[in-house]
């Protein structure tokens, strides 16, 4: 029982396509997180959804866009990807206030532009 | 603004020989501070965790860590390392008010056998 799962694992695509990563959580969490992490291994965080609200949007580029269609679900659409965009993405999710307590991370996606 | 500092990058350790990972945070309030890993491939798990109460918390995989205030600092520790705790380690200071956490940049651990 994988508690939050991210599909694809691996993602090489062409620049300017746009492709999506869908993540899922079955932790009955209330907040969701897209975070990137980048070839040195720092992880940022992209954007935060609690209930299904956007809450967090750390100045990630309008290309991308999170989606949430329930608080189990948080997906993440890439428009017109860029080589700068390769990165390992991870999905977590949170049980309450997100800085009180510890995250739960999915296996993370890695996403290569070429 | 509230940050996490890991100052080494990478450390290398003999197996069987102890480990302290170095991570200070800045913070205006009592801190809500993490341990996590990430072993190749994979996500990051959750070693230990503090909130208050005891400033030594004892973690999963025979971690522990301790809190000091004074020194704005909560590292890590095992007395003995085994080949399989190499991995990429990460601290973190969460945010009370904004719903998330800031991670430290991580420290590489590679051992030796």
């Known amino acids: 029982d994988t508690a939050v799962s991210q599909t694809p694992k691996y993602l090489v695509t062409q620049m300017g396509n746009d492709k999506s990563i869908k993540c899922e959580q079955n932790?009955?969490?209330?907040?969701m997180y897209w975070y990137k992490q980048d070839s040195k291994k720092f992880l940022k965080i992209m954007f935060s959804?609690?209930?299904?609200?956007?809450?967090i949007n750390e100045t990630v580029p309008n290309r991308f866009s999170p989606k949430s269609p329930d608080k189990a679900h948080l997906n993440l659409h890439i428009n017109s990807l860029e080589l700068g965009d390769s990165a390992v993405y991870f999905c977590?999710?949170?049980?309450?206030?997100?800085?009180?307590?510890?995250?739960?991370f999915g296996q993370g996606t890695r996403l290569t532009v070429v | 603004a509230q940050s996490v500092t890991q100052p080494d990058i990478h450390i290398t350790v003999s197996e069987g020989a102890s480990l302290e990972l170095r991570c200070n945070y800045s913070?205006?309030?009592?801190?809500?501070l993490f341990w996590y890993v990430q072993s190749p491939g994979q996500g990051l798990q959750l070693l230990l965790k503090?909130?208050?109460?005891?400033?030594l918390v004892q973690g999963i995989k025979g971690f522990e860590a301790e809190f000091k205030r004074s020194q704005s600092s909560f590292n890590l520790r095992k007395p003995s390392v085994h080949w399989s705790d190499a991995a990429e380690y990460f601290c973190?200071?969460?945010?009370?008010?904004?719903?998330?956490?800031?991670f430290g940049d991580g420290t590489t651990l590679t051992v030796k056998p």
């Open positions: 977590a999710s949170n049980p309450g206030q997100g800085g009180r307590t510890e995250a739960f």
């Open positions: 973190a200071v969460g945010h009370t008010n904004a719903g998330k956490s800031t």
């Open positions: 932790l009955g969490h209330d907040t």
């Open positions: 959804y609690n209930n299904k609200e956007l809450i």
């Open positions: 913070y205006g309030a009592t801190p809500y």
């Open positions: 503090y909130f208050s109460g005891d400033t």
